[in-house]
T-cell receptor, first 114, second 115 residues
Framework: EAGVAQSPRYKIIEKRQSVAFWCNPI?????LYWYQQILGQGPKLLIQ????????DSQLPKDRFSAERLKGVDSTLKIQPAKLEDSAVYLC????????????FGPGTRLTVL | AQKITQTQPGMFVQEKEAVTLDCTYD???????LFWYKQPSSGEMIFLIY??????QNATEGRYSLNFQKARKSANLVISASQLGDSAMYFC????????????FGKGTTLSVSS
């Protein structure tokens, strides 16, 4: 079974530029999560989808971050415009259902904003 | 509000020794799950072990066991017979067992295993 795929693995941009990350969850997984992990900290949830609907985006900085999950499969997370403090690893995870089941994580995208 | 606290920024252990990584949590939900993840330098989060709040016995998975003390709100990870490949960051996480909730992570503990 293929795992969660993410691309790109690394991205370097200058502040005020735009960037987009892509995630392909495990086939059949209805729930998809985007986490932000700043260096030296644990991951923090940005947004959670159930199929193609948003379940929780309370910690998403909506003035600059946006995310979508068209057709309930792949997802894209966008930052526009980027700030220095957005430098982090962006982790995508998926689970079969929301609730007590295990979340499977992708390899992450390491973003550096200069 | 839910919170996970990991007070050990770094731990050092020799090969073949056992090590305990501490985790305390705070929640008002009666039903919740506790998780431990390993994050090697490659960056991927690897699931290690899960403990449900109503589980009567401590969870075990191979060399990993979870010392769950509900009254003290602690969920320490015990790694027996440490190996060099265990060197990584370890995160404790919690989730309330209700729809629409994601994981809340602690700040992590860096484990270094030496030969």
């Amino acid at each position: 079974e293929a795992g969660v795929a993410q691309s790109p693995r690394y991205k370097i941009i200058e502040k005020r530029q735009s960037v987009a990350f892509w995630c392909n969850p495990i086939s059949g997984h209805a729930t998809l999560y985007w986490y932000q992990q700043i260096l030296g900290q644990g991951p923090k949830l940005l947004i959670q989808f159930q199929n193609n609907g948003v379940v929780d985006d309370s910690q998403l900085p909506k003035d600059r971050f946006s995310a979508e999950r068209l057709k309930g499969v792949d997802s894209t997370l966008k930052i526009q415009p980027a700030k220095l403090e957005d430098s982090a690893v962006y982790l995508c995870a998926s689970s079969l259902l929301q609730g007590v089941d295990e979340q499977f994580f992708g390899p992450g995208t390491r973003l550096t904003v200069l | 509000a839910q919170k996970i606290t990991q007070t050990q920024p770094g731990m050092f252990v020799q090969e073949k020794e056992a090590v305990t990584l501490d985790c305390t949590y705070d929640t008002s939900d009666p039903s919740y799950g506790l998780f431990w993840y390993k994050q090697p330098s490659s960056g991927e989060m690897i699931f290690l072990i899960y403990q449900g709040s109503y589980d009567q016995q401590n969870a075990t998975e191979g060399r990993y066991s979870l010392n769950f003390q509900k009254a003290r709100k602690s969920a320490n990870l015990v790694i027996s017979a440490s190996q060099l490949g265990d060197s990584a960051m370890y995160f404790c996480a919690m989730r309330a067992n209700q729809a629409g909730t994601a994981l809340i992570f602690g700040k992590g503990t860096t484990l270094s295993v030496s030969s």
